[in-house]
């Protein structure tokens, strides 16, 4: 028996055990020091009130002899699919529910997906970014090429015609950066992967954050997507499913590569590998997508959105470089005083008793940069940020 060597290749992931054992240990030296987290990436505030109505109703229909369901189809019930329809339909995008497939997340179908690819693919993935891209293809053995991200572009990599890649990852609104394509930018990248025959996978979990109203929220609303794209959103940070779990990943049917239609295959896998997504969650899913579900929903995200602008209006007073936290929950910013990650996070932590996330734990190119998310209760972040003026940075 031999395990999988690639695994021995994968970096320890310390960012977020290395962050807690820090916490901990601060607050067992310090019991009487009140400390707030700016650092979690997860949604706080509860599920919406027609979602949770759905839910028990779908409950009580599970308990009923005419009304219990047993597997649910591979790919998500029909009512599901066609809410995710007329959700992108309000974006200009037009789907069949034939090229909608439900899962439990986003995370699982990123993953997933790479077993539809052979493993000699070249792979490129910002930096920095959601870890999970380069764990998955480190798992299976792929190499991976690094498109930096920095202040100078943004945050914001864009394609570089002398680099060939087959499988390109974009993020966009950015975990960690916070940053957002523009159409054009994304435009750039449709043409490179139509010239490259190569596929963009296309990470949308934060869309339901985007403000402006001229920058996409999915790459389909970008011509040609279609031919080269594959999207992947959850409702984690759309309607609080982190931990109802339940998302979607869109394979258009003009998505074909050697006469192959990939959503055929990406059927293939998870018909074999996966049952589905239980009927009441999807049931919770289907209602975030009704009017009242919108407007329930969005007045969560309006909420984190408020956080997010505190923050920024506190980093702009104190004169620190950030981007992000407009059209995403994520604020990236400078560490001021040109100090690494780890240092800032120290000092953070030690002085102002304040949590965040060291940007080096996102990729090489997050080293002096850090991330605070908009996650939390307001409260707390505004003491966060009248904690974190009066460090008075670089005076
Ligand atoms: N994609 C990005 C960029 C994320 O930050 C996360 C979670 O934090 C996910 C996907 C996973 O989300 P899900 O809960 O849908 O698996």
Redesign the pocket.
Known sequence: MNLNKNYSNLQDSYLFSEVSRKVREFKEKNPSLDVVSLGI?DVTLPLCPVVTQAMHDAVTEMGNADTFKGYGDYEGYDFLRNAVCGYYAGKGVTLGGDEVFIGD????D?GNILDIFSSDNTVLIPDPV?P?YVDTNIMAGRSVAYMSGNAENGFLPLPDNSVKADIIYL?SPN?PTGAVYSKEQLKSWVDYALENKAVILF?S??EAFVQDKELPTSIFQIDGAKKCAIE?C?L?KTAGF?GTRC?YTIVPNELVHDGQPLGRLWFRRQSTKFNGVSYVVQKGAEAVFTRDGLAQTMDSIKYYQENAAIIARALSKLGIWYTGGHNAPYIWLKCPDGMPSWEFFDLLLEKANVVGTPGSGFGANGEGFFRLTAFGNKENVIEAMRRLEEMRFGT
């Open positions: 990436g997340g986003a995370k699982s990123i959601y999970v993020c975990n990470d979990a934060y992947f959850s984690s982190t998302g």
